[in-house]
């Protein structure tokens, strides 16, 4: 379970950051999903940001859970 959680957030993370960086260079084709989502078009900063905060609230809670090798 902590595998998972720690991989979901590395990936909303890389998605987020990536997101930003994508738009604040000019918004061109890109593999980083917000930019398909049409619901979502005119808020893809913002979009990206509440996937950084929800990748590392993730990431902080996958840092508690008890793994094996704990």
């Known amino acids: ?28 084709p890109s593999w980083f999903l917000v930019n398909y989502i049409e619901a979502l078009q005119g808020y893809e900063i913002i979009a990206s940001m509440v996937l950084v905060i929800l990748g590392a609230i993730i990431g902080v809670g996958s840092l508690k859970i008890k793994g094996k090798d704990d």
């Open 1 to 28: 379970m902590k595998e998972i959680a720690s991989g979901v957030s590395l990936l909303l993370l890389i998605q987020g950051v990536g997101g930003i960086i994508n738009r604040l260079a000019g918004g061109g």
